[in-house]
DNA sequence: GTGGTCTAGACCACT
DNA sequence: GTGGTCTAGACCACC
């Protein structure tokens, strides 16, 4: 079962959290087709955010053809965002998982490690936009 | 030279956008004390956003003590956020750069190896939290 | 300038009526690429609805890629819905309007000549499903 | 004998659909006085939905003195909507029949027929609005 | 002054 | 007891 973690005051909007944590569970597969979400009331009272927002992040999402929103029933994943590359036993997985350890222990905050990993993601778009010419621009997920 | 790249339809208020990438450039040493933000005019040359939405987060950075305003002058760097092991010739990000390009070249979108990044921050606080009783809190930057 | 005439009671939640209304225009060519809809403020004053309803519908359109909500500007048309053989000086129209009256003036009301329609519309699908075997299914659009 | 045709997903609630199509059956004499609607049971082997919200719909209708609920025996048309004008060999019916499918042979979908059809209402009333003073208003089976 | 988010709470639709 | 609509009103982001 996810569980969101709303951050209040970061000014990124509470229902824009919701997304992003499930789309986040679905590309790695930790929420899989069938899966039920919580239930709105379930996520207001762990979160304490109304239940309105809630649902309509569940909209969101149910407009984007990745979730089902049943009356009577619950939410339930309807497409999956799964990678393969991205799964639990994956080498880069293991990777990933190691270097964040040492970074972190290292004394670099989450920011920092975020940080980072922005920044190569960067450097390896221009990278590949100065060889191949064309319009240069880069996807969303950046703020 | 910061280059703001604005993602309208993220849901992610412009200005929040423009001070996330300003501290990731401070994190990153990109941005060092004294050297000049661009002015609003050239952010909206670039962003097409309005300038009042410039000096709105600009002056959420200055309340925040990262940035002086100077009236006719500009906008500089009072405060850095770099942190060693950050820097462009440190291992760790010679690691990561090494990663990224690896995972993308595997196929994984750039949302991908954000989820990716996350999910192995979580992993390493839940691992803390676990053996280091107390509250255990995940700090902003999730969204 | 739309104008949304919201029928409160028919059962039909109001954010569909103002979708449906919007679509209508679109089809018919009232609605074209780069008009303006009415603001959510005007709206409220002529039909009674609260800003958030209209919102909600206005949002609901934007996802579908047939408006685009500029905040501090208003919300605009961004796809056209038009076809050929709508236009008002088609035939097709002109018949219709013609008929229409006719039946009015028979003494049908509104529903009657809808239902009229509809059962016609029925007709045409069984027809055509009769003569080319496949999944008979009749597409949305009615309740 | 009435076949109801739900849309999930349109956003009219499913007891509103029953309601208005078995509306239409009797504004078109496919229903007549003493015919007897399907049972529950059968509506919801041919549309998935619940049987209560089947019983919501009949209810309805019961409390607008069209049909009446014999426990035990089913449920049972006691009224009738039929226009003189609309019966399936009228000169009005075969001309719709015969427009519609020109319509649609011509490439509109069944959305664009019914907004021609809509904005042809329209047309007149409007018309008779003018030419005669009073409350202008439209009837609902709008949305 | 435009759209946008969030809250609170009432009532409804559906399983 | 699930999701869903609507209202009212406060406050925010953007032009």
């Known amino acids: 079962m996810v569980e969101y973690r709303i951050d209040r005051g970061s000014g990124v909007p509470a229902y824009v959290q919701i997304v992003d944590q499930t789309e986040r569970a679905l590309r790695m597969g930790t ?11 379930e996520v207001v009272a762990a979160t304490a955010i109304n239940p309105n927002t809630v649902l309509r992040a569940y909209r969101d999402m149910e407009q984007a053809g990745l979730v089902e929103l049943r009356r ?14 991205a799964e639990g ?10 270097w964040t350890a040492r ?3 290292a004394g670099l905050e989450r920011a ?4 980072l990993v922005t920044a190569a993601l960067d450097a390896y778009d ?16 950046d703020a």
């Open 112 to 115: 920092d490690v975020l940080a």
């Open 72 to 85: 009577g029933l619950g939410t339930f994943v309807t497409r999956s965002l799964a990678r393969p590359g």
């Open 89 to 98: 036993d994956s080498p880069l997985r293991r990777e990933i998982t190691d």
């Open 103 to 105: 970074a972190r222990a």
């Open 126 to 141: 221009d990278e590949r936009d100065t060889h191949t010419p064309g319009d240069r621009e880069r996807k969303k997920e």
């Open 31 to 41: 929420l899989k087709v069938g899966d039920k979400l919580p239930t709105a009331r």
